[in-house]
């Protein structure tokens, strides 16, 4: 399974990190999946250790793009029924960094990739289909328990935060609290908005 991900034609990561992760191999734990008449009985195949050092060599704008999509999940789409979680952040970015070279993923492009991935969970929440970034085959919106009216709802809602890009970081609580705390990151935010609408 992990050669598997490893023989991937990529751009990121690098040969000796994808070497790594596979050295790291893989964890089985006794959680069956969701909605199985068997689920009593059935492992899930985890790549923890792996997941975490692909993460950990993310460069800072993928961090970013990491961060702002779970702030949107958690401030604004708000889930809750767990339909959307930080790891359905975490491989949107990672499929994101692996089908595009890194030097694309720099501080002026950060709202373009913010963009893409929040088009990307758009196209996941009306279709139920994302796949996992270790094992594609599975399907990590398969047991998301929405309805054909959330499913609308949220994509009108992601629509609507891509239309208002860069705007849309003043609606999120952590980012708003550390702009009137530290007012370094309100002068990036200027100076991000001015450079857009030039």
């Keep these: 399974m992990l050669q598997a991900w490893a023989n991937r034609t990529r751009h990121w990561p690098p040969s000796d990190i994808v070497e790594k992760v596979v050295a790291m191999g893989a964890f089985v734990t006794p959680i069956g999946f969701k909605g199985s008449k068997h689920i009593h009985v059935e492992w899930r195949i985890c790549f923890n250790t792996g997941e ?4 950990n060599n993310l460069n800072d704008t993928q961090i970013k793009l990491y961060m702002l999509l779970k702030l949107i999940a958690k401030d604004i789409l708000k889930p809750k029924m767990k339909e959307i979680t930080s790891y359905t952040m975490k491989n949107i970015v ?3 960094a692996e ?5 694309l993923f720099h501080s002026e492009s950060l709202f373009h990739w913010l963009h893409e991935g929040l088009d990307i969970l758009r196209t ?3 279709t139920r289909q994302l796949p996992y970034y270790m094992i594609p085959e599975r399907n990590l919106m398969a047991t998301s328990e929405m309805s054909n009216e959330q499913k609308l ?9 891509i239309e208002e890009c860069p705007r849309i970081l003043l609606r ?3 980012f708003r609290k550390a702009v009137i705390g530290y007012p370094e990151p309100l002068l990036w935010y ?9």
């Design 94 to 96: 990672l499929w994101l």
């Design 124 to 126: 996941a929440i009306s």
């Design 52 to 55: 975490t050092e692909l993460v």
């Design 99 to 103: 089908n595009n070279k890194s030097s």
């Design 172 to 174: 999120l609580d952590k």
């Design 153 to 161: 709802l949220w994509g009108r809602n992601i629509k609507d935060i």
């Design 190 to 198: 200027s100076k991000m908005r001015t450079e857009l609408e030039m």
